[in-house]
């Protein structure tokens, strides 16, 4: 493959059809939708969704990020629910599909990759509570553990949570929440969600966090919660 070519698509793996179209151009090559489909047919090309492909380097191993690519399949949007709170440690089981939040509609893309899902978020909840992380890759856009928290339980359906002790059953048992890695924070973020969703699972779940105590006294707290005395 021509070098420039080569150098230009290690810099930006992630590359839309008109991009490489007009790198292609430039290079010298006339069939363009051929050589991108010879390109497909070698594995150096990876469809992600119609008219966006990812660039596996036949010379050079390619370090790429799934989160990366879940914020570029689908904009605006940010990785969260399952998926981050499993990325901060707020959930044990290892979750396989990138899940995000977008203003736009619902949508989820099966690609080569794995299957990457997003679901509906209003704008007035969207910019709250999210943070930059990194990769070797690049950086990408994800929810803190709060933001994810409430985004999930905002989109649960088929669970009655109508007070405290549901909450703290539904995080402990369902969700497997690790309370321990909640101690502490800092639950403005919660309380604001709360007030812009006007959901009474938020502010549950503002309630239950503003009572976590130091994990040695987390066990008491949810026996107390559990027998009706919080």
Do not use: W
């Amino acid at each position: 493959m021509n070098e420039i070519i080569e150098k230009t698509l290690q810099n930006i793996p992630i590359v839309d059809y008109a991009t490489l179209h007009n790198l292609l151009t430039k290079s010298g090559y006339k069939h363009i939708n051929d050589k991108i489909k010879y390109m497909k047919h070698k594995g150096t090309l990876v469809s992600l969704k119609k008219g966006l492909y990812l660039y596996k380097s036949p010379y050079t191993q390619n370090i790429f990020s799934k989160e990366i690519v879940a914020n570029n399949l689908l904009g605006p949007s940010y990785i969260s629910y399952d998926y981050a709170l499993y990325y901060h440690g707020i959930i044990p089981e290892k979750v396989q599909e990138v899940t995000s939040a977008t203003t736009k509609r619902a949508k989820s893309f099966d690609t080569a990759l794995g299957i990457f899902s997003y679901k509906h978020i209003d704008k007035k909840l969207y910019a709250l509570g999210l943070q930059i992380s990194s990769t070797k890759s690049g950086n990408f856009m994800i929810a803190t553990p709060l933001k994810a928290l409430c985004d999930k339980l905002l989109v649960t359906r088929g669970v009655k949570i109508a007070s405290k002790k549901t909450m703290l059953h539904f995080l402990v048992d369902d969700l497997r929440v690790d309370l321990d890695e909640l101690v502490g924070v800092d639950t403005e973020i919660v309380k604001e969600y709360a007030n812009i969703s006007k959901s009474n699972r938020i502010k549950f779940l503002y309630k239950v966090l503003e009572e976590l105590l130091p994990p040695q006294q987390t066990n008491s707290m949810f026996e107390s919660i559990a027998r009706g005395k919080m």
